[in-house]
């Protein structure tokens, strides 16, 4: 038996709660792992609150991360005993996840954990920091090096947003956070922002082209947003799109890619190949420290992970919820 947060929905409606379940009941295929900490993405919030069409089986046990120890497994790749990550790859979705004591997991979305990381501090990254990796390693790979000019990140107190900003920053780029959260001031400069926006004015719809401020960014939010940045992108600049908190359509024209040779490179970090997978996590791995991590978690339990999913699609939470499935 192991604990778990249970979404259903039927003619009676949808429900979530946090619920007792037999082993019998976890997916047939799959390595078997007993997750120690797992987290709360933007994503699992509007599955648990039934906000977006984010769960396409019913019922589900949400939750697309997991920090944990093989318990049993028929994969060549992982045997009995060894610390994984898993991000990703349908969980939460169309197979069940990880907020709970015990998950059945693909081993596609499995990686082994590196040494670095202690399995609160894989989940304090998480698939906001392996995306937010991702879409560093896309800007460095067009050419943008620190010296290119400035990077503005939207979403900036997010989990992708947070993250990116601490290795942006890190590695000596100059940093523009766009941020609903003026209150967050602090933290984001703690982070490594240089410079902070109001996000709405970026919210509503602007020029096709626009004064050329960034020679790169990262974009969580998506519709009018995206469309902003790229009209003010810096001629060949790039912006790494990994979100939709905003919406997802993108009210664009094609004007910034014709006349200024801007790239808009898509991020997927949900299906992502294994080996790109291990490959940002042990740059992860080899760039941070875990102790820089502490500033972007709230750690909470499994029994308060329904009440924490409330406040991030209210926009009232900073940083990452790393949820320990134990307490």
């Not at 392996?130 to 943008?144: D, F, I, N, R, S």
């Amino acid at each position: 038996m192991f604990e778990a947060i249970w979404l259903n929905k039927d003619a009676a409606g949808f429900s979530a709660a946090l619920t007792t379940l037999d082993d019998a009941l976890l997916p047939a295929d799959g390595i078997t792992v007993r997750v120690d900490y797992s987290t709360l993405n933007y994503k699992d919030a509007l599955a648990i609150s039934n906000s977006g069409a984010v769960v396409r089986s019913w019922p589900m046990v949400p939750g697309v991360d997991a920090a944990g120890t093989v318990i049993a497994s028929d994969h060549a790749g992982f045997a009995e005993g060894d610390a994984v990550i898993f991000n990703g790859w349908g969980a939460g979705e169309t197979r069940w996840g990880a907020l709970a004591q015990k998950a059945r997991l693909p081993a596609e979305g499995m990686i082994k954990r590196p040494a670095a990381f202690s399995a609160r501090h894989a989940m304090a990254l998480g698939t906001a920091g392996y995306t937010a990796m991702l879409c560093v390693q896309a800007l460095e790979k067009h050419g943008v090096r620190p010296d290119a000019g400035p990077v503005l990140v939207s979403g900036a107190t997010g989990g992708v947003g947070s993250i990116a900003i601490l290795l942006l920053a890190q590695r000596g780029y100059e940093v523009t956070a766009l941020t609903g959260k003026p209150e967050s001031v602090d933290y984001l400069q703690q982070l490594g922002a240089a410079h902070i926006l109001d996000r709405r004015d970026f919210a509503a719809a602007g020029k096709p082209l626009q004064k050329t401020l960034w020679a790169a960014a990262i974009d969580t939010a998506g519709s009018h947003t995206l469309a902003n940045v790229c009209a003010q992108l810096q001629y060949g600049g790039i912006v790494a799109a990994c979100g939709l908190a905003q919406g997802m359509d993108l009210p664009a024209t094609v004007a910034p890619f014709i006349l200024r040779g801007i790239t808009l490179a898509g991020i997927d970090s949900v299906f992502a190949p294994q080996a790109v997978r291990q490959q940002a996590w042990d740059a992860l791995a080899a760039e941070l420290d875990p102790a820089r991590l502490d500033a972007v978690l709230s750690e909470i339990g499994l029994a308060e992970v329904i009440g924490a999913a409330g406040e991030i699609i209210a926009g009232r939470h900073t940083g990452r919820y790393v949820v320990d499935v134990n307490r």
